[in-house]
């Protein structure tokens, strides 16, 4: 047993983190949350560039194969900088999609043609109805065939879109349980899963109405399972709950990264901040809190690289929630930590604070998972 | 990166899981903490090191079998799971073995760890004292030289397992005076009933006398019990502080063995969905502290030493197994106030840990200023 990263992940992680540290993602947040995504974007093309879109993309379609444990690295460096933009949703919409077109005929029909013109964030309001009347089992050619090949159909539409979300030319989001779809104005692709039994995927057509977060960069829309239906069967259904398991690990490695800044900027700030004639890091009240911040983060990170490891849903349960709520423990010393000032919109530290309690929520809740843990969820 | 012990840790784990399922007693021991469990547990140390199980990590000359960290812990997830018994002998085994094995001479590892890996002699500790607790550096109690050896005298407490032990280890204050506490101290073994020491037994909460007084008058040491140089005394109890010690002080199987019992009394009374989470904490805990160890042991296994980061292990453990057995007590219902019930002693017994081992206080010092790098100040 070696568990521990090797040179190669702890470089990535590094060549991650000074990439995002020299590139001003605080700016590029405020700005996404103007709704200027441009900034946002360069951003994303700089670390699609480094490789991090491709974590959750298997080779055939142009991405690095499927590597969980390095994609927690990648996230908790977005989460450390504060990326705006919907990442977790494009890594969970890549592993639906490469779920979806592995799987055999019995398990997955796809739509059958006309889409080949369709452009991203373009289905259409001229779609199918939820009948899926153009809906057939054709399977589009497995993971070897070219992307796009089966022109036109669901399954080339969707291996198009696997290289293009390895090559970060493409973001998705993804609405799944009647829940939000993240960024669904600014999503290339909004995917949503619905039906009954979660058997049908859905390409929307519109990112219908919008609800703000308490995080500013992050925007909730509600998509209609309307637009075109792209794929149907207990295939869907299945590769949602993968789909699934990727976001929460996504999301609980992203959180991490945001515990982590919380921490490391409070330290610099009660380190330099003096009342009393002293630096108020020198107070033990202070140094306890922030203590107790380091191993909530300490004892969460192993969680996430296991989880990573085994993929198993448990173990990332035990990884998303105690992730989430060690950021919330960093999120809530670092508002007590840094007095008044932390408790306003200008100082950049509310891009993570407000970032903190959307993310221990978002891609399974703490009951969720605790319920999952003893087995009754 | 990965989770998977090799065959040979596999195999050595089968082979301890086979050996406890032949011979873990099918009846809790009586309590460790009375004269009669003690007793017992001592038995049980020498059964264990019959077949030498009972110190595996130790080299083989003095009873082990030379376990690599990944195997004693292993070793350890398998003794837990078996519901083996305390370790009566863990204050020898844990702290003044792994200091003989840095500090030691040839002669005193020879002498001294055999009968300690059979049980025969079991160690108490005698580091604090009336006025020196967190400030342990501060202690008085003296040793003056004299002909051949050391004459200790002074008053040690809180010292665990003297009520029934044999011998004891601690610090010891040779050349009063100097300009830092740190300095001048020396750490020596002495024997519980040598003429000049008087035990007190001091009941523990619930009673039990887990801890006692030592009560010096001029105890002889010879030099052959002195551990290092006379004066190292700081800087040899600490030395060990910083290397695995800090990963074995409490193995992870323990507490993944209790979240394993505490889920199965969920599931057995009625699975309350108001305790549920804390069912499901419980199993994250055990499960992020072995988690966290595995880290820790492959860091130390690739050649780095563990120093500051023993004091967040030390604090999770402690109060997570405060919070595991409240939860047991809380399943209970008015049976949890039996003090003879299957969770109480582990519950009193856990309601210690925040304090001996270095105070969580003074461990979120450490961490705070160590590990984040917050300035010192006022304690």
Same mark, same amino acid.
């Given at each position: 047993m070696r568990f521990l990263l090797d040179a190669e992940q702890r470089d990535f992680a590094r060549t991650l983190d000074s990439l995002l540290a020299a590139a001003d993602s605080p700016s590029a947040a405020r700005a996404w949350a103007r709704g200027d995504h441009a900034l946002g974007r360069a951003l994303w093309d700089r670390l699609a560039k480094a490789g991090v879109f491709a974590l959750a993309v298997p080779e055939a379609f142009d991405g690095a194969g499927r590597l969980p444990l390095e994609l927690t690295l990648g996230f908790e460096a977005l989460g450390r900088h504060a990326v705006p933009g919907p990442a977790v949703e494009t890594v969970a919409a890549a592993v639906l999609l490469s779920e979806l077109v592995d799987a055999g005929p019995d398990a997955v029909g796809f739509h059958d043609g006309g889409l080949d013109g369709l452009g991203l964030g373009d289905a259409g309001p001229d779609g199918p109805g939820p009948g899926g009347a153009e809906l057939g089992d054709t399977r589009g050619g497995g993971p070897g065939s070219e992307a796009g090949a089966a022109a036109g159909d669901g399954a080339g539409y969707a291996r198009g879109l696997l290289s293009r979300f390895a090559s970060g030319d493409a973001l998705a989001t993804l609405r799944v349980d009647g829940g939000y779809a993240l960024d669904a104005d600014v999503a290339d692709v909004v995917l949503v899963v619905a039906g009954q039994t979660g058997e049908e995927l859905w390409l929307a057509a519109e990112p219908g109405p919008a609800a703000p977060s308490h995080d500013p960069a992050r925007r909730l829309f509600t998509p209609a399972a309307a637009g075109r239906l792209l794929a149907r069967g207990p295939g869907v259904a299945a590769g949602v709950e993968r789909a699934r398991a990727w976001g929460a690990l996504a999301t609980a490695a992203q959180a991490v990264g945001v515990g982590r800044a919380l921490l490391e900027q409070t330290v610099g700030y009660v380190r330099e901040r003096r009342q009393f004639g002293v630096a108020?890091?020198?107070f033990q009240a202070v140094k306890h809190r922030l203590a107790d911040v380091l191993l909530a983060l300490e004892f969460a990170r192993p969680l996430v690289h296991a989880a990573a490891l085994s993929l198993d849903p448990v173990d990332i349960a035990m990884a998303k929630v105690t992730a989430g709520e060690a950021a919330c423990t960093a999120a809530r010393a670092a508002l007590q930590l840094h007095g008044a000032i932390g408790y306003t919109e200008e100082l950049d530290l509310s891009l993570w604070l407000r970032k903190a309690r959307p993310l221990r929520d978002a891609w399974g809740t703490p009951a969720s998972c605790r319920a999952r843990i003893v087995g009754v969820g | 990166m990965d989770l998977t012990h090799d065959a040979e840790t596999e195999a050595f784990r089968g082979e301890a899981r086979a050996w406890l399922a032949a011979h873990v007693p099918s009846a809790p021991l009586p309590s460790l903490e009375t004269r009669e469990g003690f007793a017992a547990h001592r038995a049980w140390e020498a059964e264990l090191a019959a077949d030498r199980w009972s110190v595996v990590s130790w080299p083989e000359p003095y009873g082990g079998r030379g376990a690599d960290i990944m195997r004693w812990l292993a070793f350890e997830e398998e003794y837990y799971a078996a519901g083996a018994p305390g370790r009566v002998s863990q204050n020898g085994i844990n702290l003044l073995a792994p200091t003989l094995f840095d500090h030691g001479t040839q002669e005193q590892r020879a002498r001294v760890l055999p009968p300690m890996a059979r049980g025969e002699v079991i160690w108490a500790q005698a580091w604090s004292e009336p006025e020196s +607790?967190?400030?342990?550096?501060?202690?008085?109690?003296r040793a003056v030289r004299t002909n051949g050896g050391w004459l200790l005298s002074g008053q040690k407490t809180w010292s665990s397992r003297a009520a029934f032990a044999d011998r004891a280890f601690g610090l010891f204050r040779s050349e009063p005076g100097l300009p830092r506490p740190h300095l001048g101290l020396t750490y020596l073994m002495f024997d519980l009933r040598a003429p000049g020491v008087t035990v007190r037994p001091i009941g523990r909460l619930d009673g039990k006398p887990a801890f006692a007084e030592l009560f010096l008058d001029e105890v002889f040491v010879p030099d052959?019990?002195?551990? +290092?140089?006379? +004066?190292e005394g700081w800087r040899v109890a600490m030395s060990t502080a910083g290397n695995e010690r800090g990963l074995t002080l409490r193995s992870p199987g323990r507490f993944l063995a209790s979240a394993r019992r505490l889920a199965a009394l969920w599931g057995s009374t009625g699975r309350d969905p108001a305790v549920g989470d804390r069912v499901a904490d419980a199993l994250i805990g055990a499960r992020a502290y072995q988690l966290f160890t595995y880290a820790g042991a492959s860091r130390f296994a690739a050649g780095a030493t563990i120093g500051a980061e023993s004091s967040l292990n030390k604090v999770f453990w402690s109060e997570y197994d405060i919070a595991l057995h409240e939860t047991a007590l809380d399943l209970l219902g008015p049976e949890a106030e039996r003090a003879d019930g299957p969770w109480a002693e582990g519950w009193v017994f856990s309601l210690a840990g925040p304090v001996y081992a270095g105070t969580n206080e003074i461990q979120r010092d450490i961490i705070a200023e160590r590990l984040l790098g917050l300035p010192k100040g006022r304690r």
């Open positions: 108020v890091g020198s | +607790g967190s400030d342990l550096a501060s202690l008085r109690s052959e019990d002195v551990i +290092g140089a006379p +004066g």
